[in-house]
């Protein structure tokens, strides 16, 4: 079965930092890749995704995605407070999604 | 509204009793799912239901059964709680197996 190891498991930054989450996946079953913020006590909710080699950027997120290392990526440029919150990588592949164990990302002010 | 909607919030009960939760989207999509995320917030996936076929069934203990009577509702019923069954119970949709919309979550506590 895949595993996703994610690091680190927790950080802070100060405001407007970069703050830079990753993600291994053991295999490549995966064929869509994505990034999932979770605040305190809410549900996750999807943040950006991409199923092929490269990046993309959206405002202040960039992903970065290479599937010859299994290696995907989250850039958060400026961070702010509202940044603060668990942040989870997922890959899907046939239906089955794995999710990483998560990033605690605390943006002081 | 479109979104995913699941009763209870909360549920608190004692070891052996049986327990029923229930999802419901309504965004249209063709795929639903049941995870499970204990306390140090570890998201797993259970179950997974494509047009109400269940299609992903990971090991999990079989008091565990989901019920899908069609496309936009997925329940989830244990029976005979234990103490390790404690966790927020999340469900689900997606459509064609990728972005993942989730419900606000049902927070079991089995005392």
């Known amino acids: 079965q895949q595993k996703v190891q994610q690091s680190p498991e927790s950080l802070i930054v100060p405001e407007g930092a970069m703050t830079s989450l990753n993600c291994t996946f053991s295999d490549s079953a995966s064929q869509y890749f994505a990034w999932y913020r979770q605040h305190s006590g809410k549900a996750p909710k999807a943040l950006m995704s991409?199923?092929?080699?490269g990046e993309k950027e959206e405002g202040r997120f960039t992903i970065h995605l290479n599937k010859a290392s299994l290696h995907f990526s989250l850039h958060i440029r400026d961070s702010q407070p509202s940044d603060s919150a668990l942040y989870l990588c997922a890959g899907t592949g046939g239906y089955k999604v794995v999710f990483g164990s998560g990033t605690r990302l605390l943006v002081s002010p | 509204e479109t979104a995913v909607f699941q009763t209870p919030n909360y549920h608190v009960t004692q070891v052996g009793n049986e327990v029923s939760f229930n999802c419901k989207q309504t965004l249209g999509h063709d795929t639903m799912y049941w995870y499970k995320q204990d306390s140090k917030k570890l998201l797993k996936i259970m179950f997974s239901y494509n047009n109400k076929q269940l299609i992903v069934n990971e090991t999990v203990p079989r008091r565990f059964s989901p019920q899908s009577s069609d496309k936009a509702h997925l329940n989830l019923r244990i029976k005979s709680v234990e103490p390790e069954d404690s966790a927020v119970y999340l469900c689900?949709?997606?459509?064609?197996?990728?972005?993942?919309?989730f419900g606000p979550g049902t927070r079991l506590t089995v005392l």
């Open positions: 689900a949709s997606s459509l064609l197996g990728v972005e993942q919309y």
């Open positions: 991409i199923f092929s080699n």
